[in-house]
C-alpha cells in the first residue's frame, strides 16, 4: 500500500508534441502528490504538486490531472522542448511520526527524451 | 538548490569503515530528511528531523544513523559501511508539511 507505479519506464516525445506520464497509488491517506524533474547528476526539483480536493492544475506548460477515485495521477508536458530531457519521479506524500513531517513515496521514475 | 549544500560531493570508502555525511542549509527549515536513490527504486527514506531535538527512521534505516545539533546540519553516518550502501544520498528540507526541496547529492561507493 505504501507503492507509487510510474509508468511507462521511459518515453521519446518529438519536438513540439505531448509527454504524458502515469502514476497510480493504493493509500488513500496520501493528502499531496508532487513531481519532480531530475536532470543528470543534478538533486530532484519540485515541478508542480497537487492535493486530491483539485482535479487539475496547470503552472506553464505542465499540468497535473489527477482522478480520486480511480488513484491515478498524470503530469502533461505541452509543447515539449528538448530541455525538457530529464527523469520525472512522482511521488505521493503522507504524514508520520513526528509533528507534521512528511514521508515522500517516489515512483520508479520515467526517462523522457524530447528529439529535436 | 533551495540553499542546500551536502559534503562531500564524492566518496568512495572501503566495506567496514564509517562514513558521514552532511547536509547544510541555509533557510532554516524545521524538517529536514535523508534519502538514497538507486536505480529501479526511485529515492526512498532513511530517517528525518524536526529540529535540534527530534530525529525518527524512515523505510530503509538499518546501518544508518542521524544526529542534528543545529538546526542547519543534518548528519548521515554509516556505522560500518556495506557494498549494498553503494548510492546516491540527497537531503531535502521542508518548512511546510508537504513540498521538500532537494539538495545537490552525495554519491557514495563502497568498495
Known amino acids: 500500500q505504501q507503492q507509487v507505479k510510474q509508468s511507462p519506464q521511459s518515453l521519446i516525445v518529438q519536438k513540439g508534441g505531448i509527454s504524458i506520464i502515469n502514476c497510480a497509488y493504493e493509500?488513500?491517506?496520501?493528502?499531496?502528490f508532487p513531481w519532480y524533474q531530475q536532470f543528470p547528476g543534478k538533486g530532484p526539483a519540485l515541478l508542480i504538486a497537487?492535493?486530491?480536493?483539485?482535479s487539475e492544475k496547470k503552472e506553464g506548460r505542465f499540468t497535473i490531472s489527477f482522478n480520486k477515485s480511480a488513484k491515478q495521477f498524470s503530469l502533461h508536458i505541452m509543447d515539449s522542448q528538448p530541455g525538457d530531457s530529464a527523469t520525472y519521479f512522482c511521488?505521493?506524500?503522507?504524514?508520520?511520526?513526528?509533528?507534521?513531517?512528511?514521508?515522500?513515496?517516489f515512483g520508479q521514475g520515467t526517462r523522457l527524451t524530447i528529439n529535436p | 538548490d533551495a540553499g542546500i549544500t551536502q559534503s562531500p560531493r564524492h566518496k568512495v570508502t572501503e566495506t567496514g569503515t564509517p562514513v558521514t555525511l552532511r547536509c547544510h542549509q541555509t533557510?532554516?527549515?524545521?524538517?529536514m530528511y535523508w534519502y538514497r536513490q538507486d536505480p529501479g527504486h526511485g529515492l526512498r527514506l532513511i530517517h528525518y528531523?524536526?529540529?535540534?531535538?527530534?530525529?525518527d527512521k524512515g523505510e530503509v534505516s538499518d546501518g544508518y544513523s542521524v544526529s542534528r545539533s543545529k538546526t542547519e546540519d543534518f548528519l548521515l553516518t554509516l556505522e560500518s559501511a556495506t557494498s549494498s550502501q553503494t548510492s546516491v544520498y540527497f537531503c531535502?528540507?521542508?518548512?511546510?508539511?508537504?513540498?521538500?526541496?532537494f539538495g545537490p547529492g552525495t554519491r557514495l561507493t563502497v568498495t
Open positions: 528531523s524536526y529540529g535540534v531535538k527530534d530525529t
Open positions: 497537487i492535493r486530491p480536493d483539485v
Open positions: 533557510e532554516n527549515h524545521r524538517y
Open positions: 511521488a505521493a506524500s503522507k504524514g508520520i511520526g513526528i509533528q507534521g513531517a512528511q514521508k515522500l513515496v
Open positions: 493509500n488513500t491517506a496520501f493528502d499531496y
Open positions: 531535502a528540507i521542508s518548512e511546510t508539511t508537504n513540498a521538500q526541496y
